[in-house]
């Protein structure tokens, strides 16, 4: 991997520190190449046009569905398109049949949108158990033996936390699940882009990310799930029925078509999905073996960098544990608080870095962060030498503090 090349595909690079991309990443000129190209010569509808231009809109869409499902070693799923990753988990939370009594384990490390979506099943008499992590995000397999008791209906966790950058042994806990009967959902908004995710491997039954934070344009997010037949106890019911996911329609009835389109109800955004189909094909061009090593080469620079500076308090996993960690590091500047450090990082070093709760009020709470922290996220176009920058620009905030 190239860094110097693949920075060229990011001219807004010359102008900032983008240090932000758990947030949203940026979006690189193949990709948006790929969505002006729908644009500009073949605009069509999907799933309905017989003409040629409608046939080459469809198949582009189709063929992002599939590379997105291989993305992820999930082609013998079903992959549907949704808008991003918190309306692929409220599918789920929506589209599943739920009884009084059902349990659902989770964890205190999710971003609101894996916690919101169960909460607010409880109102239909479903239990909820929120397990806590340690400092560091941790939770020990044997606390989740315990929580997934029998009668868990469904486990909902993170694989990589956005807030503390902690990695979660989701394959560990899928073979807890397959024990137990427990259906397995993984947030995969923070790993699908950093790492290789597997859901073969994981056995997990669904897969929720967003085009968004893996260079696609916004309004594209994915919702991977085990093929129909095999899932039979998870099948999700459609969120949306209407035009475009219909097989046969009758006086009253109809008959929802098998596969992505039966959940895709009205016409999708369809340059987003050929978007994230494009974005599939850089982040496979880069290689994500080596993005994931770029990062962690980043992340240890960082984390060796602000243990060297006075004042600073970092959370999360240390650089000792580089293997249970992603490229998502969180601290703390004393004497001054988070939105300040953020303010400053901008203003004196164009150095955009992400500050507050981070989406994970309940996990700030519980670490007694009141103000969150300040949080630096990196990706395949950062530096070693955007790293040293920050490093100089905080070594002097610091003395402020
Ligand atoms: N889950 C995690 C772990 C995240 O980091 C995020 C976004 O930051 C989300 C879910 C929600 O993603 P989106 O806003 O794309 O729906």
């Given at each position: ?45 999907v799933g309905r046009g017989v ?20 993305f992820v070693w999930g082609v ?263 939105h300040e450090v953020a303010l ?58």
């Amino acid at each position: 991997m190239k860094v110097h090349e693949i920075r060229a595909d990011f001219p807004i690079l010359e102008d900032v520190i983008y240090l932000d991309s758990a947030s949203t990443s940026l979006t690189p000129e193949p990709v948006l190449e790929a969505v002006l190209d729908y644009y500009r010569a073949y605009k069509a509808n999907v799933g309905r046009g017989v003409y040629r231009l409608a046939q080459m809109a469809d198949q582009r869409y189709r063929d992002a569905h599939r590379k997105a499902a291989a993305f992820v070693w999930g082609v013998e799923g079903v992959t549907i398109f949704t808008r991003n990753t918190t309306e692929s988990i409220n599918i789920v939370a929506r589209g599943l049949s739920w009884k009084r009594g059902d349990r659902i384990v989770t964890t205190l490390l999710e971003h609101h949108s894996n916690l919101l979506p169960w909460m607010r099943l409880k109102e239909m008499g479903v239990e909820l158990e929120v397990m806590r992590p340690d400092r560091e995000g941790r939770i020990d397999l044997a606390d989740w033996e315990k929580a997934i008791a029998e009668g868990t209906r469904l486990v909902a966790t993170t694989q990589l936390s956005n807030a503390l950058g902690t990695v979660i042994p989701v394959k560990e806990i899928a073979r807890i699940c397959r024990e137990r009967g427990a259906a397995l959902l993984v947030d995969g908004a923070q790993s699908v882009p950093h790492m290789p995710v597997n859901v073969k491997d994981i056995d997990c039954d669904f897969l929720c990310f967003s085009g968004h934070k893996m260079l696609g344009p916004t309004g594209a997010g994915v919702l991977w799930m085990r093929k129909e037949e095999k899932n039979e106890k998870n099948e999700i019911e459609p969120l949306l029925v209407g035009g475009g996911m219909v097989e046969d329609v009758f006086d009253d009835e109809y008959e929802i078509k098998q596969g992505y389109e039966g959940f895709e109800a009205g016409t999708p955004d369809i340059s987003a999905g050929i978007g994230l189909g494009a974005a599939v094909d850089y982040l496979t061009r880069a290689g994500v073996e080596e993005i994931h090593e770029h990062e962690m080469r980043l992340t240890r620079k960082l984390l060796v960098g602000l243990e060297k500076i006075a004042g600073i308090e970092i959370f999360g996993p240390g650089r000792d544990s580089s293997e249970a960690r992603g490229g998502v590091v969180s601290f703390a500047v004393n004497g001054l608080l988070p939105h300040e450090v953020a303010l400053m990082l901008d203003q004196a070093a164009n150095i955009s870095v992400r500050s507050g709760h981070h989406c994970c009020i309940p996990l700030m709470k519980h670490l007694g962060l009141k103000y969150g922290t300040v949080r630096a996220s990196l990706y395949l176009y950062n530096t070693e030498d955007e790293i040293d920058k920050l490093l100089a620009a905080l070594e002097q905030i610091a003395r402020m503090g």
